[in-house]
């Protein structure tokens, strides 16, 4: 990916098996499927517990998809049990995954992201670390976007990406 200086929509980094011109929406789609699968199956394994969501979900290996799961579950509070295991310990504090679920989260919310009208822009990358400023936007609305900072982190001798940090920018 070329940096530019100007914001990309919110498409997650192209893995081996993803082409470049596959739309957010597809892979949005293919997340809320699987994270409906993941709640049914959750509820069909334990039916007594069936009111608190698995929060147990194997998190991404790649940032982006990363962020965009998190954006997808937590910041829009949907399925919001399937986040708890996108973030580090650290952001989830004490709570317990039947609290998280609550869905009294230590961030803003934004709810009906407009998948095809929001984006972001890379404001730095390391080794085991990814710091994007992210811009959203309503479905159907006109407003301005509102901007966000997100750092995703691979914590050390791990595979998979967690969001670290995520707040509202000025």
Known sequence: MRSCG?????????S????????????????????GALVAATAAAAPA????????VTPPTDPYATAIA??????????????Y???????????TCGEWASGKLPFPVFRRIDWNRSGYKVVTQGRGQVVLRVF????????????FIMDVRQPE?????????????G
Do not use: M, Q
């Open 6 to 14: 100007r914001p990309r929509r919110a498409r997650p980094y192209p």
């Open 16 to 35: 081996r098996t993803t082409s470049r011109s596959s739309s957010i929406g597809t892979k949005l789609t293919w997340l809320g499927v699987l994270a």
């Open 49 to 56: 517990r069936a009111s608190v969501p698995d929060c147990r």
């Open 70 to 83: 998190f954006l997808a579950t937590a910041v829009e509070r949907r399925h919001v049990g399937i986040s």
């Open 85 to 95: 295991g996108l973030v580090l310990p650290s952001l989830r504090g004490a709570e």
């Open 136 to 147: 959203l936007r309503h479905v159907g609305g006109n407003a301005p976007p509102k901007w």
């Open 157 to 169: 001798g791990d595979t998979h990406w967690l969001v670290g940090f995520f707040d509202v920018v």
